[in-house]
């Protein structure tokens, strides 16, 4: 049998139709003119449309006869730019067709007509029937018939981007259940709770579930950051003249001034009890009062709150009120640190990277001994750590292959140890230092380094190192020199 010959077989119309008609996908093809020579069998099922309407016809006389692909063609015609719609073909037909047209240029750079792209979409309508269940035990049914547009547009766009738009970058079960469930509670205006060792995120995650309800604002206060008396008219605002230092005009609060909007309330826990008993009226009133005012307002906005304390204990210790604790707990929202999902770690450190590099117009890749230091610790920070990690390394590099060497010696050191040997005990210093040191040594004979190389580089004579060697009974696999 002769040699298979991919050019061939590439070159070969037969076989490129069989190809292009084993597609789910429909595609077509308009030439320079506005011709029509080419569509598969998908374009024909998914359109309704027979080859005969379709082929040889001129895209310009199919625009009048209101075909809205052609329309999207001759447009892309006129401007030379990619463009993509949702369409429903046929107004009578429950079918969603997602449609993108791009010009194609030759490989001399000139315009060579426009090719189609057609996807149906329908079984993201089902998705947005399972997005309005019931969610959890709370018992309200989200709203059943939510725009599709906005729903398919999640589905489609945000949901395979979200978790890079937002730096709540993972490929992990628990950051993709996560997202799931920002989409899920970005439909209701219930209370939410989001909870999470500092640095998690949980302010982006606010305003990913503000940005997906499509409210018309955001606004957020740290409850730990603020005296109580300035905390207290900062939230509610005051009338003119309500206390000493108090603005002539008034003030208003973040209740009236976030609107329609969401308020975020960061770190709830370490808010004052005795404002604790006010926040807990104006949350089950929804209304409230200026400092000094005799006129009830309402509240319009979602309360979202976050705290980095496990307030189930706040309440046993009697310094978070229970019954507020119960009214924001409403939607539980945890986001897990990072030591509990570090498949994580080396996509999002890629994403900070990326977005340094995109920022100053570098070009630069995480290293492999680079990406087992960041894999071996356990980022007590969490994500405003590794970002701040990322960005030093970056900064301090000078090739365009980041390494270990600007790392913080903690970071070094459990990278060579691990964790599990930092921690134990019983070696006490000069263990530890032993341990240390064979494992220096043996990272240098693994990369290949010459015993002079070494020795230079450890500031040691070479009957020295071989001596530590002997001593280790490290392998005397190391090149000579």
């Known amino acids: 049998m002769p040699p298979f010959n991919n050019i061939e077989a590439l070159t070969n119309p037969n076989i490129m139709a069989a190809i292009m008609d084993a ?22 099922e998914l359109t309704g449309l027979p080859d005969e309407e379709i082929r040889g016809h001129n895209v310009h006389s199919l625009v009048k006869e209101g075909y809205p692909i052609s329309r999207m063609a001759l447009e892309v015609f006129q401007a030379r730019r990619k463009k993509s719609e949702l369409i429903k073909y046929h107004a009578d037909s429950e079918r969603v067709l997602m449609v993108t047209i791009s010009p194609v240029y030759d490989g001399e750079g000139a315009f060579r007509g426009v090719v189609g792209n057609v996807r149906d979409m ?27 547009n906005r729903v398919l547009r999640l589905r489609i766009g945000e949901m395979l981007h979200l978790m890079e738009d937002y730096d709540i970058v993972g490929k992990s079960k628990k950051m993709r ?65 309500a206390f000493t230092g108090a603005s002539r005009s008034g003030k208003r609060g973040m209740f009236e001034a976030a609107g329609e909007g969401v308020l975020f309330l960061d770190e709830i826990g370490e808010m004052p009890l005795q404002l604790q008993v006010k926040l807990l009226t104006v949350l089950q009133d929804r209304r409230f009062y200026r400092i000094g005012g005799t006129s009830q307002l309402p509240l319009k906005a979602r309360i979202i709150a976050a705290t980095s304390r496990n307030l189930k204990e706040e309440v046993e210790r009697g310094s978070f009120r229970q019954d507020l604790y119960y009214r924001l707990n409403v ?77 913080p010696k903690e970071m070094l050191l459990r990278d060579l140890l691990g964790q599990e040997t930092l921690n134990r005990n019983e070696l006490g210093l000069r263990g530890i230092m032993d341990e240390l040191e064979a494992a220096i040594l043996a990272r240098y004979l693994r990369e290949g380094h010459t015993l002079r190389e070494s020795a230079a580089s450890l500031g040691i004579d070479i009957s020295t190192l071989v001596r530590k060697m002997n001593r280790h009974g490290l392998p005397k696999r190391y090149k000579r020199g």
């Open 177 to 241: 259940s996560l997202a799931e469930l920002a989409l899920r509670i970005s439909n209701v205006n219930s209370t939410v709770l989001i909870t999470g060792e500092s640095g998690v995120g949980k302010d982006v995650f606010c305003q990913m579930v503000s940005k997906f309800s499509g409210m018309s604002g955001y606004l957020k206060i740290s409850c730990g950051t603020i005296p109580e008396h300035l905390l207290e008219s900062e939230l509610f605002g005051y009338e003119p003249g």
């Open 331 to 407: 939607i539980p929202a945890h986001i897990p640190p990072l030591r509990e999902r570090p498949e994580d770690i080396i996509p999002l450190a890629d994403h900070i990277l990326s977005r340094l590099n995109r920022k100053n117009g570098t070009a630069k890749i995480l290293g492999g001994d680079l990406q087992r230091s960041l894999l071996a610790y356990d980022w007590p920070g969490n994500i405003r750590e590794l970002n701040n990690m990322v960005e030093r390394v970056y900064v301090l590099s000078v090739g365009d292959v980041l390494g270990t060497a600007d790392l």
């Open 23 to 44: 597609s789910s996908d429909g595609f077509t093809y308009t030439d320079e003119t506005g011709l029509i020579v080419y569509n598969n069998r998908a374009y024909s």
């Open 122 to 148: 329908t079984e993201l309508m089902q998705l947005k029937q399972q997005l309005n269940v019931t969610y959890l035990d709370y018992g309200r049914e989200l709203q059943a018939h939510e725009d599709t």
